[in-house]
């Protein structure tokens, strides 16, 4: 079975470009989720989506937001970039909410 | 303050001794604690999970335990091989409707021959 997989795996942008990421979860999950990795800080949520929906949120800017289509694929965008959102974004698909497969993740480099 | 603290931040073992990496959070209500492994340059791969009721939880070489009470858990590794020098992350979740997620910043294991 197919693993998580994400596009692009890097992407430069400059300060002000919004940004598309994409995610294609595991066949059958319909939950993905969406952290940002930075050294400073770590693992941090962005957003959860089951079924379409918004199901959590963490604690992001407005300019961080989602969407997920109905064969469970999932899209995450970023406006008005700033130099703090260079970071590698993981996504993570699963069945069961407490056991999650993570792709390999979209550095993404801010100049 | 981050509600979770892994400790410590980083160490160099020998192949094949153990060692063990210590996760202490402030999260409650709890739900569950996971323990994550991420080798460089890719996602991170579940571990263990453990609830409230679970004080021990194991995954190959991997052993990990839980103190609900003092709100502690550690993760044993037996036997160290190269293949596990990555960085370990713990995640506790709360129990509130939403599931709140708090993240360590990881353990950085290097296992040296």
């Known amino acids: 079975k197919a693993g998580v997989t994400q596009t692009p795996r890097y992407l430069i942008k400059t300060r002000g470009q919004q940004v598309t990421l994409s995610c294609s979860p595991i066949?059958?999950?319909?939950?993905v989720s969406w952290y940002q990795q930075t050294p400073g800080q770590g693992l941090q949520f962005l957003f959860e989506y089951f079924s379409e929906t918004q199901r959590n949120k963490g604690n992001f800017p407005g300019r961080f937001s989602g969407r997920q289509f109905s064969n469970s694929r999932s899209e995450m965008n970023v406006s008005t970039l700033e130099l703090g959102d260079s970071a590698l974004y993981l996504c993570?698909?699963?069945?069961?909410?407490?056991?999650?497969?993570f792709g390999p993740g979209t550095r993404l480099t801010v100049l | 303050k981050n509600q979770v603290e892994q400790s410590p931040q980083s160490l160099i073992i020998l192949e094949g001794k153990n060692c063990t990496l210590q996760c202490n959070y402030t999260v409650s209500p709890f739900s569950n604690l996971r323990w994550y492994k991420q080798d460089t340059g890719r996602g991170p791969v579940s571990l263990t999970i453990m609830t409230f009721s679970e004080n021990t939880k194991s995954n190959g070489r991997y052993t990990a335990t839980l103190d609900a009470d003092t709100k502690q858990s550690s993760l044993h590794i037996t036997a160290s091989q190269l293949s596990d020098s990555a960085s370990y992350i713990c995640?506790?979740?709360?129990?509130?409707?939403?599931?709140?997620?708090?993240f360590g910043k990881g353990n950085q294991v290097v296992v040296i021959p």
């Open positions: 066949s059958g999950h319909r939950s």
């Open positions: 993570a698909s699963s069945l069961d909410p407490a056991w999650e497969y």
């Open positions: 995640v506790v979740t709360d129990s509130y409707g939403n599931n709140r997620l708090a």
